[in-house]
């Protein structure tokens, strides 16, 4: 038992993925599946590649996974290839399958096989082995996805997988022994399967899987005209009855041939929903040991597809009516029985074992399979944890297992089992989403109740909102009264402070002049003071010189007296000086006397001098004083004068703040209508919302 990953078959387009689970409930193996996102995803080493998803994909977010571009690269890149192609090509380019051959070959493709004669092999291997090993129940294998459930879901079943190729690997086997020429050659299969991939993979035969639909696709961008290119035969010899091998019993029809009557100890089974459960059950039948007593038919002629590999998977014909898809399969074999001699079953049936003759050798197209159960990686809850999920899933009794199938699991059990394994997510289970629907309806009509007890709450404070509104209108009012009285008054009071400033402005500069006048006065004063100090030092020094000549006049007084004297020794000689000597002694007396009387006159004035110096320095001390106090009323009067103009200069913002003041009072009764309007609308759906929850 091993694990092993297997190559991506169908790939999601997570864009287009709206995670609706059709595809889980189309999948036959779900738990490939994981929708435990916002998107589901694939689990490529779990998936079968049976393609039921691409088909229920109805947003078409699951695509065909092939080798198509690989392949036409190669051809571009000049490698040796050849092809083989399914039956199902006649069904797919009805009419035109051999001009596919010719389309084939012009782009490089070295040669082109009929994977019909490989059905053909196929069945003769199936009798060789049932006749030799006398199985009693052995299941058909030319369908990959079947083989890949059995050996991941079920190997129990692998030893009753018939141990011989499909049609495709005995084509490619056939090739390699008896075509050596082509033994080196890399092979496209032109396939109606995307599961076939899987198949090349294990058996390392096959190197690009070219489905049918990605082809036809190509040849459409490509406006490839296949009419118009020449019809080209396969390389090996035409098959007979395989030729409908990829119709349903298709595998009876052309056993029937060699061995008559075979239909009656086969079953044949075909689509994802039937065939699937079935072999479940022969699992069981066979694990109970009841597989021996004629309860399993011999040979089980078993396809994936509905309707066989014409309506394939990697054909996108699954829709289209059996008959239709069969009908060209019908044509060519009515052209083939020709070939082998007409109807005669007989006739026909030895020519055709001549030819397989040639091309079958015991043990060449034996196959072998993988035990991939490793795979398989679910686990399996216990009871308590199964309880625990179904909890999870809000299922707490045997009422809560609907089965309803909306996940798209089938069972309860089956979904609880992928979240268990983190492969879903109660989100996705119905019952759950019911089941909170239920309490948020339980929950809503709690909030209704107190929603309208709410409401009566909010109508009543509407009511007091209303008056409080109509009281805050009348305060509004009021207010915006005020602001107006109070802005005029502000403004008067701006345009009296505006002139008292420019009167103060006026009278500082008169001030100043008066500064300026005392200032000077008192230079005057000072220049005044010197002037007398000054006479009074001159006047003094005339004292001095009055002294001098008061000397003078003593001293020739006492002079005139000698010369008297003198003038008397000298008689009559002497008495004309005498007579001047008298003179000069009058003279000198007058000059005495004057100079006595200037002497006291001058002492009067220098007393006045110095009474006028004392009131000019007493002048001085006050006009430095007065000058000191004009400056100070003149400071004063700046600071006034300054206080004014920042006075003004505030009065102009108080003015601003009041205009917007009054216009903020314009709005606010403008903001009031509006609240009125709304408050009047927010009562009226208040009580629209009263009646509506009454209704609800």
């Known amino acids: 038992m091993g694990k092993e990953s297997l190559h991506a078959v169908i790939s999601v387009d997570e864009n287009k993925c709206v995670n609706c689970h059709a595809c889980i409930a189309a999948c036959p193996v779900k738990y490939c599946n994981n929708g435990a996102g916002e998107k589901v995803v694939i689990n490529h080493d779990m998936c079968i590649g049976c393609g039921s998803c691409i088909h229920a994909c109805t947003h078409h977010a699951r695509l065909i996974v092939d080798d198509s571009e690989h392949f036409f690269t190669a051809l571009e890149k000049r490698e040796k290839i050849i092809a083989i192609a399914a039956p199902a090509v006649a069904s797919h380019f009805p009419g035109q399958y051999l001009n596919l051959n010719g389309y084939l070959k012009s ?253 079958w050798k015991p043990g060449l197209y034996n196959r072998s399979y993988k035990n991939l159960a490793g795979n398989y990686t679910l686990k399996e809850p216990d009871t308590t944890q199964l309880k625990e999920v179904y909890k999870s899933l809000r299922k707490f009794s045997e009422e809560d297992i609907y089965d309803c199938n909306t996940c798209g699991y089938g069972s309860c059990r089956s979904m609880a089992l992928a979240v268990f394994n983190g492969l879903n997510r109660p989100e996705n289970c119905h019952h759950y989403n019911l089941s909170l629907i239920k309490e948020d309806r339980e929950t809503i009509n709690t909030l209704n109740r107190e929603l309208n007890v709410q409401i009566e709450k909010s109508l009543s404070f509407m009511k007091d909102i209303n008056e409080l509104v109509d009281s805050l209108n009348n305060q509004i009012m009021h207010q915006a009264s005020a602001i107006e009285e109070s802005s005029a008054s502000i403004e008067q009071m701006m345009a009296t402070i505006g002139n008292t400033s420019s009167v103060a402005q006026k009278k500082r500069e008169s001030i100043q002049t008066l500064v300026s006048n005392a200032g000077r006065g008192q230079e005057s004063m000072q220049e005044t003071i010197k002037a007398v100090e000054s006479i009074s030092q001159g006047v003094e020094g005339v004292s001095s010189a009055i002294k001098v000549i008061s000397g003078i006049a003593a001293n020739t007084n006492l002079l005139s007296m000698n010369a008297s004297i003198e003038a008397a020794h000298a008689g009559d000689a002497g008495r004309g000086f005498s007579v001047v000597a008298d003179e000069i002694r009058r003279l000198s007396e007058t000059t005495r006397q004057n100079s006595q009387s200037i002497a006291h006159t001058l002492s009067s004035i220098v007393e006045g001098i110095r009474a006028t110096s004392g009131c000019s320095s007493e002048t001085d001390t006050l006009m430095n004083q007065m000058s000191g106090e004009i400056n100070d009323v003149a400071n004063t009067i700046t600071e006034l004068i300054n206080s004014l103009g920042e006075l003004s200069s505030g009065s102009r913002e108080v003015t601003i703040a009041l205009a917007s003041l009054r216009q903020l009072s314009v709005e606010v009764k403008t903001n009031y209508q509006s609240m009125m309007e709304k408050t009047r609308e927010l009562e009226s759906a208040m009580n629209e919302i009263a009646t509506i929850q009454d209704k609800n």
């Open 107 to 359: 782009r490089g493709v070295e040669a082109v096989f009929d994977v019909s004669f490989g059905a053909e092999l196929t069945v003769y291997s199936y009798l060789r082995y049932i006749k030799d090993a006398h199985p009693n129940f052995c299941i058909s294998q030319p369908c990959p996805a079947i083989v890949s459930f059995i050996e991941i879901y079920h190997p129990e079943l692998l030893p009753h997988l018939a141990p011989a190729d499909s049609p495709m690997l005995h084509t490619l086997k056939m090739i390699r022994e008896y075509y050596p020429q082509y033994r080196n050659h890399k092979v496209a299969v032109l396939s109606p399967c995307i599961a076939k991939k899987r198949e090349f993979e294990e058996t390392g035969l096959g190197d690009y899987n070219v489905t049918f639909a990605l082809l036809r696709d190509y040849l459409e961008r490509q406006r490839v005209n296949l009419a118009a290119c020449r019809a080209e035969e396969y390389e090996n010899p035409p098959a007979e009855r395989a030729i409908t091998f990829s119709m349903p019993g298709g595998l009876l029809i052309t056993a029937e041939r060699d061995n008559p009557g075979i239909g009656r100890i086969t079953r044949k089974i075909e689509g994802v929903h039937t065939i699937y459960p079935y072999l479940i059950d022969v699992a069981k039948t066979i694990t109970a040991g009841r597989g021996k007593d004629g309860n399993l038919p011999l040979l089980v002629d078993c396809l994936n597809c509905e309707k066989g590999c014409n309506g394939g998977t990697g054909t996108c014909n699954g829709e289209m009516p059996m008959d239709t898809l069969e009908a060209p399969i019908w044509k060519r074999r009515a052209e083939v029985e020709k070939h082998y001699g007409g109807k005669s079953t007989e006739k026909n049936r030895k020519k055709v074992a001549k030819v397989l003759s040639k091309y």
